[in-house]
């Protein structure tokens, strides 16, 4: 049974249906409307709610928000790529657009201030105002002084208005080093398994049993909940394996209630799809295709990591293991291992083998291996002069390449002597 | 080092009237060339040839693209075709992004091409509604946006906070609501699809898969290149939206798929059903470029060995880039016509004879002056040479005559070349190169035939089992069917004859179990003698008896068709310098080839140091025994200077020296008071001096001593 919202500024019905919208969530859900009051009361300025990734937080506000039909808007902090935009999103969804075209080129703070006062003081709040920011932790990497006045809108604007700030990390970590207005904080804790269960159980397949869907979250949860404790990754998991599940029903050989064979049929098919599918090796959409196909040919396929080889010109290998042995040996010790065969080219920090004329296309081959990722660059990009490189591959990717060109790297690595 | 062509680079055309310019790719061809009065006709072989090249690739690029092109185009419509699905398990996973990993190889400047194909593609097939971004345009998020929709929506599109958009402030309002986020991109979507639905509105693009939810395909050109952070912030805006907005990702990778993981987070990968798709390698892609550019002799242009060994190792030293490899075969053949007067003979036969009976006097003279064609008349009778390097008609017959020799020589050239690769290619330890491109290689240096690798490829097909060899000289057969020339027709007739008695072979009776009396004979001997010296002559003796030992029927005709073989080559494998009159059609100056395309800037720089007579042209300039004449530019004679100290440069010492080489330029008198003296103009010139020195990077300050600094070059580069 769920458990009952009560609060004495709604209906019994939507509250009711609130509820059955939240399940395991209904202690956070209560909470938040003791703390919201009734409709026209007026609401504490700012509240920070955080937990991890899909743990109900913006389900939880979209919830609320919706069926109680409150006044409210959404913003999603890593889609306003400048403050103009997070602006006008609560403008718009307060006052319309009107209201959104009055905000001139680049507004500043208080141009929004401005112009909310001004909308505001036409049609006054009959109910408090919600301001819903999604991600905030990006708010951080704003402009100094929106966090500390968003939190304090409430008085900027003069207006029954509330922020709702939604983020993954804790709020020490949010607090400005010039102090601010302490918002409520309130945790939304992970789900636990047995909640994760009652959750996941409820999206069950229109053709089968509610119980025997409900065995098949609890095999999944078996393999999965060590490693994944995300909601929309089991949902997507359980989706995607759900068919495999069914396949000894369809072909007679089990009834639905033999909950162990069943098991016996999906768990390695469980275990494998944890290697591949949850690490995106291979995509979801060759899984289900996968599963389709005989167990022999799965092998075929190969996952993202498995293709590590890659292709260089010959000067460029050695341009990258010169690079390394640079990166990793003490420039001290330069002397010892290329007294004879190599000159140290210490513009670059490179060691080129003599034979080769340093020619434009070697200089050119160092930047686009720069934009290959392999090489960065560690001197500012203002230093023109004495450019400074240092490698980025790891040591069996140079291993891997010293061997195609004969060159026995081991020998030459200070760390192995 | 030789600089004419330098100096020609750096001639400075002056941007005359509007209408001179369309005229002036000619006019730069005909400026400085070789013979002017034929210019006009080889600039337009030239060009005929060019285009032609240029269509080829073109042609071969898109053939070998298609098949990856095909199975993107797969991809996509399979991606928003399953989006409609209503079943339950469609609904309940999460909707990821599709994303489509093309891994291309390192070959950057290759992918252009690819993409640009790409996008029109699927223009043409999917979906009107393609964008492809590259990391330098989207340093930041707000960039990457407004790339994005720009390119998708077609219209400006407004960042706040940039000044270079302070002019469209006169912009009407509604222009100016088009903000830079995907909500927009959702609305603007939303009204173009439900145009196209309207009846009598229907837009015209073909795309019959699904026409009302055509993909929005994003292509990140280079995805190594891309900031991770701005990455992971677009992704995870876009699959905010996926639900509204049919977004589709393209990466290019040039490295490996791994990167992704690198690049992404779990929490940003888990939003992508990423799938690979894996491109044609470059050096396959490189091999049936020259397969179809240089292995054939559709082309009259040719290379020699030097120019493509250049060109083939700046291929697989440098870049892999095939883009690169055509270029410089464009450079090569610019070179040849604009160098060679004679290039008026290298086209098509029927032209070439035409061109033969057009050519002046002083062509004919060029002619009689080219060493293959001195070569050729030493051969001659007595009378016959001097008829040859009198009678100008005379000698336009015999070119005619040689113009058809050569193209003979090719067309028989090129198909030989290609049985014997198919011949050698499968030997172990490949003594005639994997590639036939290798082959190619060896042929034109000198006579294969020579060459010991070439025996002992011989050597080994002697020792090919017979299904093997059958098989291999039925390539050949296949080769050779479809030359039309007279000579491979007679091959192509004796190989079948060859083919066919081998197949009789396994009809023929089983021959006679031989008689192995003479071999077991000296194996019984060896077993009493155990000294080494007899156990070799015994050996050499076993050696011996077996070769006299009557061959069977199938070694009879495997060395039938080796010797036939051998002879193939022999007649048609000689290199293009044996021939007469092959500078027409063959370039060589390789040195040319890598000055242009793999420069030097060390040893340009240290050139202008050393003597700037080069660069400048100025006669005063000019010395004798590679000494600085005093009139130098200051930093040539500091530059000079600096070479003769130690690693550690008094700077005063260094002045001081400088002073007095100045002070003789400017002809002052040695005896006089000033003579060397430092004053403030030349102290001046010579700080200008050290420090251009020390920005080209040849000294660097030292914290050794404060007076001094350090050299960082020794000796010449």
């Given at each position: ?6 609060h004495?500024g709604?209906?019994?019905e939507?509250l009711?249906?609130?509820a ?12 938040l409307l ?15 709610i955080y937990?991890?990734?899909?743990s109900?937080?913006s389900?939880v ?11 409210h808007?959404t913003v999603?902090?890593?889609?306003c ?8 999103q609560v403008?718009l ?11 001139p080129?680049s ?9 909310y ?5 036409q049609?006054?709040a009959?109910?408090t ?10 708010l951080?990497d ?7 006045a968003l939190l ?11 922020i709702i700030?939604l983020?993954e990390i804790?709020w ?5 080093n010039?102090g601010?207005?302490?918002p ?13 269960q009652?959750i996941?159980?409820?999206?069950k397949?229109p ?30 998991l359980a ?22 064979k069943?098991w ?16 995106r090796e ?8 996968l ?6 040919e ?10 590590t080889?890659?292709e260089l ?5 050695f341009?990258?293991?010169?690079a390394?042995?640079a990166?990793y040996?003490?420039?001290r010790?330069?002397?010892?291992f ?5 000159f ?19 200089f050119s ?13 560690v001197s500012?990009?203002?230093q023109?002069?004495a450019?400074?490189?240092?490698c980025?591959?790891s040591?069996?990717?140079?291993c891997?390449?010293?061997r ?5 790297i081991?020998k ?5 002597l | 080092?030789n ?20 005229l002036s790719?000619?006019?730069?061809f ?7 009065e ?6 337009k ?15 071969l690029?898109?053939d070998?693209n ?6 993107l ?10 989006r ?5 398990a469609?609904?309940m996973?999460a ?7 093309l891994v291309?190889g390192?070959n950057?400047p ?7 194909s790409?996008?029109e593609?699927?223009?043409q097939?999917?979906t ?5 971004v590259q990391?330098k345009?989207c ?12 390119r998708?929506?077609?219209?400006d599109?407004?960042v706040?906070?940039e ?12 222009h100016?609501s ?8 959702c ?35 280079d995805?190594e ?16 939206y996926i639900e ?28 992508l059903?990423?799938?690979l798709f894996?491109?044609?390698s ?7 470029v020259i397969d179809?550019?240089?292995l054939t ?19 697989l ?7 690169n490899f ?5 450079l ?13 003979l290298c086209?098509k036969k029927?032209?070439a004879?035409l ?17 293959s ?13 001097v008829?040859?390097?009198k009678?100008?008609?005379?000698l ?14 090719h067309?028989?050239?090129?198909p030989?070349?290609r ?8 030997l172990?330890?490949?003594?005639l190169?994997?590639q ?9 240096e000198k006579n294969?035939?020579?060459?010991e ?7 080994l097909?002697r ?5 093997e ?5 039925q ?15 007679n091959?192509f ?9 081998f ?6 009776a ?11 004979s000296p194996?019984?001997n ?18 011996e ?5 009557k061959l ?9 068709a080796?010797e ?18 092959n500078e027409?059609c063959?370039?060589t ?8 395309l ?10 202008a ?6 660069y ?33 440069i008094?700077?005063?010492?260094w002045?001081?020296?400088?002073a ?8 002052n008198?040695?005896d006089?008071d000033n003579?060397?003296?430092?004053e403030?103009?030349k102290h ?5 001096a ?28």
């Amino acid at each position: 049974m769920t458990k009952m919202l009560q609060h004495s500024g709604y209906e019994e019905e939507r509250l009711q249906r609130v509820a059955e919208l939240l399940p395991c969530r209904e202690v956070q859900a209560g909470m938040l409307l003791s703390l919201m009051g009734q409709p026209q009361q007026c609401s504490y300025p700012s509240i920070f709610i955080y937990g991890h990734r899909a743990s109900g937080k913006s389900h939880v506000m979209q919830v609320l928000l919706k069926e109680l039909e409150l006044p409210h808007a959404t913003v999603s902090c890593v889609e306003c790529v400048s403050v103009a935009l997070l602006f006008e999103q609560v403008l718009l969804s307060f006052f319309g657009c009107d209201a959104a075209s009055l905000l001139p080129r680049s507004p500043s703070l208080s141009d929004f201030v401005r112009i909310y006062r001004q909308h505001c003081s036409q049609t006054p709040a009959k109910q408090t105002r919600y301001i819903v920011m999604e991600k905030a932790e990006l708010l951080r990497d704003t402009d100094a002084n929106l966090l500390p006045a968003l939190l304090r809108l409430q008085e900027l604007v003069d207006d029954n208005v509330t922020i709702i700030l939604l983020s993954e990390i804790v709020w020490d970590k949010f607090r400005p080093n010039t102090g601010c207005f302490e918002p409520l904080l309130l945790h939304f804790p992970d789900y636990s398994k047995g909640e994760l269960q009652q959750i996941l159980s409820q999206d069950k397949h229109p053709s089968y049993s509610a119980e025997f869907y409900s065995s098949y979250i609890n095999i999944l949860l078996g393999v999965f909940y060590s490693v994944c404790r995300d909601l929309r990754e089991l949902r997507h998991l359980a989706a995607l394996n759900f068919s495999k599940f069914c396949e000894p029903l369809a072909e007679g050989k089990v009834k639905e209630t033999d909950t162990h064979k069943l098991w016996r049929n999906i768990e390695p098919h469980l275990k494998k799809a944890m290697q591949t599918v949850y690490l995106r090796e291979v995509s979801s959409l060759q899984w289900e295709q996968l599963q389709q196909m005989e167990e022999r040919e799965c092998g075929a396929l190969r996952g993202l990591s498995a293709h590590t080889h890659v292709e260089l010109p010959y000067y460029s290998k050695f341009l990258l293991i010169a690079a390394y042995l640079a990166s990793y040996n003490p420039a001290r010790t330069d002397k010892r291992f290329f007294l004879k065969t190599c000159f140290s080219y210490k513009i670059n920090k490179f060691v080129v083998d003599s034979r080769v004329a340093p020619t434009a296309s070697i200089f050119s081959q160092i930047s686009s291996l720069v934009t290959l990722q392999l090489l960065t660059k560690v001197s500012h990009d203002d230093q023109l002069d004495a450019p400074k490189y240092k490698c980025a591959v790891s040591m069996d990717f140079i291993c891997a390449i010293s061997r195609t060109v004969n060159f026995e790297i081991i020998k030459y690595l200070y760390d192995f002597l | 080092m030789n600089t004419t062509t330098s100096v020609n680079g750096c001639f400075v055309f002056k941007p005359s009237a509007k209408k001179k310019k369309t005229l002036s790719l000619e006019d730069h061809f005909s400026h400085g060339c070789e013979s002017a009065e034929s210019s006009e006709k080889r600039f337009k072989l030239c060009q005929d040839l060019w285009d032609k090249i240029k269509s080829d690739t073109e042609v071969l690029q898109d053939d070998l693209n298609r098949k990856i092109l095909d199975s993107l185009l797969d991809f996509t419509r399979k991606c928003s075709s399953t989006r409609q699905l209503s079943d339950w398990a469609s609904q309940m996973r999460a909707s990821e992004i599709p994303t489509a990993a093309l891994v291309l190889g390192v070959n950057v400047p290759d992918h252009d091409m690819t993409f640009q194909s790409l996008s029109e593609l699927l223009q043409q097939s999917v979906t009107p509604h393609v964008a492809s971004v590259q990391a330098k345009e989207c340093g930041a998020l707000k960039h990457l946006m407004k790339r994005v929709l720009e390119r998708l929506m077609g219209t400006d599109v407004t960042v706040d906070d940039e000044e270079e958009e302070e002019a469209e402030q006169t912009s009407t309002p509604l222009h100016k609501s088009v903000h830079c986020s995907l909500s927009t991109l959702c609305d603007w979507y939303k009204t173009k699809t439900k145009k196209s639905n309207t009846p009598g509105k229907k837009r015209s693009s073909p795309s019959r898969d699904d026409p009302q939810q055509p993909p929005v395909v994003i292509i990140f050109k280079d995805l190594e290149a891309f900031n991770p952070k701005v990455l992971q912030d677009f992704i995870l805006i876009c699959s905010r939206y996926i639900e509204r907005l049919p977004l589709m990702f393209i990466f290019g990778i040039a490295t490996s798929p791994s990167t992704i993981q690198h690049m992404l987070p779990h929490s940003v990968s888990s939003l992508l059903c990423i799938e690979l798709f894996q491109s044609l390698s470059c050096t396959q892609h490189l091999a049936t470029v020259i397969d179809q550019l240089i292995l054939t002799h559709h082309f009259p242009f040719k290379l020699n060995a030097k120019v493509l060994q250049v060109l083939m190792s700046i291929f697989l030293y440098h870049d892999f880039s095939v883009r690169n490899f055509i270029k410089g075969l464009q450079l090569a053949l610019l070179e040849h016509f604009h160098s060679q007067p004679l290039s008026v003979l290298c086209c098509k036969k029927k032209d070439a004879l035409l061109n033969v009976m057009q050519l002046s006097h002083s062509d004919l003279e060029r002619i009689r002056n080219l060493p293959s064609f001195k070569r050729y008349v030493e051969k001659q009778e007595p009378q016959e040479q001097v008829n040859l390097s009198k009678d100008d008609t005379h000698l336009k017959e015999v070119c005619q005559k040689l113009i058809k020799g050569l193209h003979k020589y090719h067309k028989n050239y090129y198909p030989v070349l290609r049985c014997l690769h198919t011949l050698t290619s499968s030997l172990p330890r490949y003594p005639l190169g994997k590639q036939v491109r290798e082959l190619h290689l060896i042929c034109l240096e000198k006579n294969v035939w020579e060459n010991e690798d070439y025996q002992t490829a011989m050597k080994l097909l002697r020792m090919l089992a017979k299904d093997e060899l059958v098989a291999l000289l039925q390539r050949c057969v296949e080769i050779l069917q479809p030359v039309k020339s007279k000579k491979m027709k007679n091959a192509f007739l004796q190989l079948t004859d060859l083919l066919t008695k081998f197949k009789q072979l396994d009809i023929a009776a089983e021959p006679p179990p031989c008689v192995e009396e003479p071999i077991i004979s000296p194996v019984r001997n060896l077993q009493k003698k155990t000294d080494l010296f007899q156990l070799q002559k015994t050996l050499l003796e076993m050696n011996e008896s077996r070769r006299a030992k009557k061959l069977s029927p199938f070694e009879v005709l495997r060395n039938e068709a080796l010797e036939f073989l051998d002879n193939l080559v022999k007649s048609h494998l000689s290199p293009p310098e044996s021939h007469t009159l092959n500078e027409v059609c063959y370039y060589t100056s390789s040195a040319t080839v890598r000055r242009h395309l793999n420069a030097t800037p060390r040893t340009s720089i240290q050139a202008a140091l050393n003597s700037p007579y080069y660069y400048l042209q100025n006669d005063r300039l000019k010395t004798v025994d590679g000494s600085v004449s005093n009139s130098a530019p200051d930093i040539c004679i500091a530059y000079k200077l600096h070479l003769e100290c130690g690693r550690l440069i008094n700077l005063y010492d260094w002045l001081e020296a400088y002073a007095t080489v100045v002070s003789a330029a400017e002809g002052n008198n040695p005896d006089s008071d000033n003579y060397g003296k430092v004053e403030e103009v030349k102290h001046a010139r010579f700080i200008r001096a050290v420090s251009e020195l020390e920005f080209l990077g040849f000294i660097k300050s030292t914290k050794q001593k404060t007076d001094h600094v350090a050299r960082l070059t020794w000796g010449g580069c």
